[in-house]
Structure formats: C-alpha cells, structure tokens
C-alpha cells in the first residue's frame, strides 16, 4: 500500500495564469479557501516566475531557511563531514534549491505561490521553470494516527497563505503550545562547555533574584554523549543540583543529547548494536564536534527505546522539568534501520517515546527536523546558534555554511520560520544584554532582543555580575515586559508602538 501511494501517477499543473488552479491530471482535489489541497504523490508545477526568489526551508533547527535567488545554483557546504548538523545530508550537493516539507516561489507581484506538505518525508525543489514535490520512499506512516498526507498548494499574500499552511499543519501533525513561554537563564553562551556546581551554585545565587523561571544547565555536566550521568566537576550529582535550583524558586533545566553516541563512551563500548549503520554495516556519523565524530542511535530497536525511557525518567526523576533536547536530527540520518520506517517516522516515533516518558515536562527541541517535531515538542529552536559576534564570514560565505554560530545567522532563519509561531514556542536563542566577552553593537543586540519579544520565548546566558547597573536594568526590564506586536511589513514590526527593522539584516545576507 505504501509503495502504491508513493508511485502514484503525478499531479502536474500549469500556473499559467493565476489565481490557480489551471489543469490536474490525477487524484481529488479539495478546495481550501487559500488554495488547494492536493493528494499524496509526486506534484509538479510548471510555473511562469523564471528565476525568481524561493523559500527554501531548512531540514532541522540551524538550516538555514529563507528566499534565495533561483539563479543562483546551490553550493554544497564544506566541509562534507559538516553537512548533517547544516542540512538533511541527502541533498546536499543536489544542483537545485531544496527544501524540507514545503517550498514557495515569489510572483513579480509580491505573492507566494506555495507548495507544502501535510505529512514527514516531503522535499520541495525549484528551478526557473518548475516547482516540485516529493515525499521520500518508503512512505512515513504513524502508527498513532491516521495522517492524510498530500500537499497543501496555496496563493497569495505572503502571511496569509504561510498562516493557512500552518493551520493545515496543526490539524495533521497537531499543535503544543502551552501558554507562556519559560523564562530561561541558559549555562551555554557564556561558559560553554566549562561549567561546575561550583560555578553554577555562584551564578544561581544572582539569578534567583530575577524573574527568571528555568535554569538550565548546558553542555559540560555530563560523562560523555551517551553516558548521562554527571562528571567530576559535579561532585554531589545532577540530583542535588536540581534541588538547589528548585531550592532558589527556579525550574531545573538540563541540557542532553538522547539520540547521539560518542565514541569514547561506554555506550558505544556497551551496545556497538545500538548503532545507526548504513548499507555497508558502517556506523552513520551524525557530524563532527567535541573534537571527534559522533554518531546514532537507531531508535527502532526495543532495546534503545527502553534506554531512552529510562534515560528521561531518570533525568526527570532527578528533578528537571525543562529538558533541552539537542542534536536531535541525528535519530532521522538515512541508514539502514531494524524497523524499515521512514527515518523521519523514526525520528517522531522516538520523540513521542521521550515526550511520553517526560511527562509534563517542558521539551525544547534543539538541532531538531522541524516538521516531525511539530505537535510533540512545547518549544522548537529555529535558527542556528546566536554568538558574542554577528557573523563568522569565513564559514558563511567561504565553507558556503550559514548554519553556523552568529547573530546574523540566527536571526536571518528565525525571521523565516516566525510562521510556525502558531504551532509552538519558536526559540530565537539567547539574548545579550553585556558588554564584557562580547562584539556585538548596541544595534545588533537590540535586533536580538526584539526578536525574542516578537517570538515570546526569553533566554539569555549573561550572568547577572556580568553586568553594569544599566545592563541589569534593561534585562530585568525584557524579563517583566509583555508587549504588543504588531507586523506592518515582511520584515518590520511595531513592538508596544517602537518600529524595528530587520531588513537591512535580510538584505545584508541575501545581497
Ligand atoms: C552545546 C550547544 C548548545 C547550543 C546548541 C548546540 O554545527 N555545530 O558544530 C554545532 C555545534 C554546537 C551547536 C550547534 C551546532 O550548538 O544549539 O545551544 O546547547 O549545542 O554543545
């Protein structure tokens, strides 16, 4: 039946003239008061537009996503060990604009014409003369819920038909969106990976006196990536730390990695079986950092989904609410599985284990397939990392790499995905409100600042000592505030009657 659907015969329109439709060769078409609903399969579009711009969406939270020039052919990302924490890794070298689950080309006129998916495994590509569609073989089916799939081919102004996609996607892939989204003092940004009780302990007695509601711990607590259990710069446990923090008033935060495996962990020693592996029996390598490559869990196998359990029970017993769940992408890389799925089937399997086992615990997806992550995770990143800089100009424009770390980078996707507000917490990642260990202007930081109001989602890694008198103000004054937002242009917003502008932004990356 899968393998039916996924041969079906292709719908193939001329958008000659607009508004569409024009002509369907195959299948039933529901009408949708922004556009059309299209049956699963294959569609292709033989547009008029030429090289115009199209929406490329990216794979997972740091793809870069935004309007890209049609004339101009892709370059794949360098280096090629680079490409998954970049992009889905399967396209990476394709000669044309590729884009996961949904594609949009722009009319002379400012209109979108958008083609996008209502189900996991969908691709949508471009060049002058054609828009199409795909979903990847075999064909993801969940087995929770009856998903329709098909294609979702709207016109129209921007907002409004991105704002009638999103609608479709809440009805398909759900929607989670508690309230307000946490206020989140996050270890990353300012002490990487050199964090200790020690230092935390000092750092939460000046937080708690801000409005804080989450401290989270980042990267650095643990034994390895796989070994979740905390090392020796956390002398009295992960568990002791969490009743500190909630001691202070706050919500515990922990940052892990449930579907990647280090290398030089006992996990990998332990279960080599556990293993993500492709056709040659090779394990598949999910990307390059922490100084060596790291690779995946393939979490079809009872065995690992019984691990994963486990995993979030015991850091949730340990007291953390908050979970910031980071390079999630590695558990949807193509190989070979024990269970023939569709990898992002995988994937959102995996994450309704975890999500299942966390409870009411608030899930942060980070470094996570954007569309499988939809209805499972509270807060989705969806921008690369923000960094005490705007933009690392080697790796953007000589590696052909815009998902690195930069406030450029992120603001430039974040602003491209404000669309999935409707569906969850978009994350814009941290703000910075120092001066000390940091290269940003005033006017970059503000940029940042403003974007985290119009998301609604606050971080920030300044300690509060950090800062001068003024600088503490102007964070506390961010923490406490609940603005008005309003939109009057692509790019331009009016936050409680203040203009800001992000266009010189989007300009300066898209030339
Ligand atoms: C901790 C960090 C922080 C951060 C996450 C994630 O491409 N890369 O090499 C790459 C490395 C790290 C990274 C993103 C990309 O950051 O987004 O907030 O938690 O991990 O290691």
Avoid at 419 to 438: G, I, M
């Amino acid at each position: 039946m899968q393998a039916d659907a996924f041969q079906r015969r292709s719908v193939v329109l001329t958008v000659g003239d607009l508004p569409i439709p024009a002509a369907i060769a195959d299948g039933p078409v529901e009408d949708q008061p922004e556009g059309l609903i299209l049956p699963r399969g294959p569609v292709t579009l033989l547009h008029p537009f030429g090289t115009t711009r199209f929406f490329r969406h990216g794979w997972h939270s740091w793809s870069p996503t935004g309007w890209v020039d049609l004339g101009k052919i892709p370059v794949p990302v360098q280096p090629e060990y680079r490409r998954p924490m970049a992009d889905d890794p399967l396209y990476a070298t394709s000669p044309r604009h590729t884009g996961s689950g949904l594609g949009a080309l722009r009319a002379p006129d400012g209109r979108v014409l958008l083609l996008g998916a209502l189900d996991l495994g969908a691709r949508v590509e471009a060049d002058a003369d054609t828009l199409r569609g795909f979903y990847e073989p075999p064909a993801a089916t969940s087995r929770t819920s009856a998903r329709s799939g098909g294609w979702f081919l709207g016109f129209g102004e921007e907002r409004t038909v991105f704002s009638a996609y999103a609608g479709l996607l809440a009805r398909e892939l759900g929607k989670r969106k508690p309230s307000r989204a946490p206020r989140v003092w996050c270890s990353w940004y300012s002490f990487y990976r050199a964090i200790s009780q020690e230092a935390l302990l000092e750092v939460l007695s000046q937080v708690r006196e801000l409005p804080f509601d989450v401290f989270q711990v980042d990267d650095g607590w643990q034994r390895g990536l796989g070994d979740w259990e905390a090392n020796d710069r956390f002398p009295s446990g992960m568990e002791a730390l969490a009743e500190r923090i909630s001691a202070a008033g706050l919500q515990p935060g922990l940052w892990l990695c449930p579907f990647i495996v280090g290398p030089k962990t006992r996990l990998f020693q332990d279960h080599p079986e556990w293993l993500l592996r492709d056709s040659t029996g090779q394990p598949v390598k999910a990307g390059h950092n922490w100084g060596d490559f790291y690779y995946c869990l393939d979490t079809t196998l009872p065995d690992v989904q019984e691990w994963l359990v486990g995993l979030v029970r015991r850091v949730t017993g340990w007291g953390y609410r908050y979970l910031k769940l980071d390079f999630l992408y590695a558990a949807a890389m193509p190989g070979k599985r024990y269970r023939p799925v569709h990898r992002e089937e995988a994937y959102r399997e995996a994450l309704q284990i975890v999500r299942d086992a966390a409870g009411d615990a608030y899930i942060l997806a980070c470094g996570a397939p954007i569309f499988s992550s939809l209805g499972l995770a509270d807060g989705l990143r969806v921008g690369p990392d923000v960094a005490p800089f705007w933009d690392n100009d080697d790796r953007s424009e000589l590696l052909h790499d815009r998902s690195g770390p930069g406030a450029r980078n992120a603001i430039y996707s974040t602003l491209h995905r404000l669309w999935l507000r409707e569906l969850v917490h978009t994350d814009p990642d941290v703000v910075y409100f120092r001066t000390r260990y940091n290269l940003l202007t005033t006017t970059e930081k503000e940029y940042l600042k403003a974007l985290a109001l119009i998301t609604g989602f606050k971080a920030t890694s300044d300690p509060p000592a950090w800062l001068d008198p003024e600088e503490r103000t102007a964070l506390e004054t961010f923490l406490t505030a609940e603005p008005t937002v309003t939109q009057s242009g692509p790019y331009r917003f009016r936050i409680d009657g203040q203009d800001v502008d992000f266009s010189a932004v989007v300009e300066s990356v898209d030339g």
